[in-house]
């Protein structure tokens, strides 16, 4: 059973605060809306810092990407970096041409597959990488594919609590034989190969400026506010780190919004009428009318409320000794938010399992962090960065999957057999592929 589902039933019997010690390690497990407000709004200084754990800070070159990398100033100026030269909402209004060619590229090719199966998961992905890459690194690369199957993998390997992290008096004896610290190494050495290469191809070459030009150059000390330059090692951290959390969320999120709608055929129709309504004068999709698709923003939402990507958030750890309802917590305590669960809490949704798109119609509830009922992005310092970057690759898609296409079952199974259940990992992907029949809607 992964772990957020355990740890539910867990909290429906000892309640939205738990205390576990995990070997020698304190852990605090969160499953309220009025306790993850408590750790990250109200004393979210106190828990706005990453544990240093062994498989994360051997993918993310000693945890000095964004997402691992410890509470200070290295990680405050390269998020920053980051969001002005790729995640802010105007660098994401530059990428439109970028995610409408690729999108363009999904169509097509299951336009040569019309009558037969497609794997929409796999194709969904290829897609979302193009796109990443391209407007993270400039050019889709060759070596994509390895990757995307390299993150199927280390994302099932970061689904477990390693051992050597719950005993760190002899984390060194433990780590030399933690079998999953050897494959990730091997995993790792195949995308360094590759992420070098798109450094050196930077450095010799003068294109469009990118982010990875923009870093390249804390190399030289020009107005460097990082302090000490960034090393190849650091960028290749941050490029990784970008491509990864960019690329595996939002395919995912497609994924499971198509698989809603499969298994839920009214909210499919409704879907593609506004779709086909919107977009029928143009006879395709583009982003220009994107902000009028409000059923289709309302199901990405119910999506994000059932399927939250990172079900209990990056973990976090806190710094000092605090309290929290009247409990005394020990400093560097680990914390996790089991943002699934909450999500999912009959006291605070009507018909909680059921998918209901129209609960987000006319609603002020947002995913921005406020409203800690429903934080598929996180909240405070450490929220995801990359909301405005996120939205464009989800819709863009979905909208355009409705437009063109309507979808049939293989092999004569009904709607309600579509399967959702989940594979064991860091991020909530849909443990079998999605293949459908695409027919082509000739307008
Ligand atoms: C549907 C899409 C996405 C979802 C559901 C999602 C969700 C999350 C969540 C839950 C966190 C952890 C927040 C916390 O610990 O409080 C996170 C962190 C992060 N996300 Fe996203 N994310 C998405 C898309 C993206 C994209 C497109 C990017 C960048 C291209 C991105 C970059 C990051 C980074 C760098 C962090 C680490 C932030 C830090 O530690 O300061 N994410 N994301």
Request: hydrophobic share 40%; aromatic share 8%.
């Amino acid at each position: 059973m992964p772990h957020h589902h355990c740890l539910k039933v867990l909290a429906e019997k000892y309640g939205p605060l738990m205390y576990l010690k995990l070997g020698e390690v304190p852990y605090i497990v969160v499953t309220s809306p009025e306790i993850a407000k408590e750790v990250m709004k109200t004393q979210d200084l106190n828990f706005c810092d990453r544990p240093n754990l062994l498989l994360p800070t051997i993918f993310s070159y000693n945890a000095t990407d964004i997402a691992f990398s410890p509470y200070g100033d290295y990680w405050r100026q390269l998020r920053k970096i980051c969001i002005v030269e790729l995640l802010s909402l105007k660098r994401v209004q530059s990428f439109r041409s970028i995610r409408e060619e690729e999108v363009s590229k999904l169509v097509k090719s299951i336009s040569t597959c019309e009558g037969s199966i497609v794997n929409l998961t796999d194709n969904i992905f290829s897609m979302t990488y193009g796109i990443t890459a391209r407007a993270v690194f400039g050019k889709r690369t060759k070596h994509q594919q390895v990757f995307k199957t390299a993150m199927e993998e280390i994302v099932i390997l970061f689904g477990g609590f390693c051992i050597a992290d719950l005993y760190p008096s002899i984390r060194m004896l433990l780590q030399r034989v933690s079998r999953a610290k050897t494959r990730l190494e091997k995993l790792c050495r195949e995308t360094d190969r590759i992420l070098q290469d798109i450094i050196n191809d930077h450095r010799s070459s003068h294109e469009d400026e990118d982010l990875v030009d923009v870093l390249l150059k804390f190399q030289h000390g020009n107005n460097d506010p990082l302090q000490n330059h960034l090393t190849d090692d650091n960028i290749k951290a941050v490029i990784q780190d970008l491509f990864t959390a960019g690329s595996e969320t939002s395919s995912g999120t497609v994924v499971w919004a198509m698989s809603e709608m499969v298994k839920n055929p009214k909210v499919m129709e409704e879907a593609q009428s506004e779709v086909r309504r919107v977009f029928g004068r143009k006879r395709y999709v583009d982003e220009t009318e994107l902000h009028q698709l409000i059923y289709l923003k309302a199901i990405i939402k119910e999506t994000l409320r059932l399927h939250p990507l990172i079900p209990l958030l990056v973990p976090r750890e806190s710094r000092e000794r605090c309290e929290i309802n009247g409990h005394e917590i020990p400093a560097k305590t680990r914390v996790a938010v089991n943002i699934w669960a909450i999500a999912r809490d009959p006291n605070h949704w009507d018909e909680a399992e059921s998918f209901k798109p129209e609960r987000f119609v006319n609603s002020t509830f947002d995913f921005k962090g406020t409203n800690f009922e429903y934080i598929p992005f996180g909240a405070g310092r450490r929220m995801c960065p990359g909301i405005a970057f996120a939205l464009p690759n989800v819709e863009l898609p979905l909208a355009t999957l409705l437009y063109h296409f309507d979808w049939k079952l293989h092999n004569g199974m009904k709607n309600e057999e579509v399967d959702m259940s989940e594979s064991f990992g860091f991020t909530l992907r849909k443990k079998s592929d999605l293949c459908l029949i695409p027919i082509t809607r000739r307008p």
